[in-house]
């Protein structure tokens, strides 16, 4: 059962799609999805010499698959780079087609190269709560992501979330 159990996480991964995994319990699982988020906005500043610095927020939209579900997700992004790379904080929030919403608060670093291309990503998480479903939703969870291009662009990120209800 624990290698037919591991085969289907490992599957799902391969395919970018969720993973649910009882982990404990009947209210207790382990979801693993990947998400391609698309630029919605961008209010990022460049100071210091040459541009060195950048800060600002992003918002960021894109779609997944959670427990056969499409799931909407939504990542917003507070960065402070030094030459590409540096810390972030984000909220994530996850909305099923019912509108219950899991939200998690995030905590980053990105690794880039000057440019602020050819970035990765690296992190964990806090669930803070949720509405419908999600409504006594906890837990913690890690990410992992990459980006091609500059700021702002079009971002990877795989989440695994360790959620109690």
Same mark, same amino acid.
């Given at each position: ?6 085969? *289907?996480?490992?599957? *799902?991964? *391969?395919? @970018? ?7 404990? &319990?009947?209210?207790?699982? /382990? ?16 100071? &210091? ?39 972030? /904080? ?8 019912? @509108? ?9 670093? $990105?690794?880039?190269?000057?440019? $602020?291309?050819?970035? $990765? ?7 803070? &709560?949720?509405? &419908? ?6 837990? $913690?969870?890690?990410? /992992? ?21």
């Amino acid at each position: 059962m624990r290698l037919l159990r591991l085969t *289907a996480v490992i599957a *799902a991964l *391969a395919l @970018g799609v969720a993973a649910p995994t009882v982990v404990a &319990g009947a209210s207790s699982q /382990t979801l693993v999805f990947s998400v391609r988020f698309a630029t919605q906005s961008r209010n990022v500043q460049q100071v &210091g010499v040459g541009g060195a610095v950048s800060y600002g927020q992003l918002r960021f939209l894109g779609t997944t698959t959670i427990n056969n579900q499409p799931v909407v997700a939504e990542f917003q992004s507070s960065v402070h780079y030094t030459k590409g790379s540096g810390p972030f /904080t984000a909220w994530l929030t996850l909305t099923r087609p019912d @509108g219950s919403k899991l939200g998690a608060d995030v905590t980053g670093r $990105t690794r880039a190269r000057p440019d $602020t291309t050819d970035a $990765t990503f690296r992190g964990t998480l806090v669930v803070v &709560g949720g509405t &419908g479903s999600y409504e006594h939703a906890r837990g $913690t969870g890690s990410f /992992t992501g990459s980006r091609k291009a500059a700021l702002g662009g079009s971002v990877d990120i795989t989440f695994r979330i360790q959620l109690r209800t």
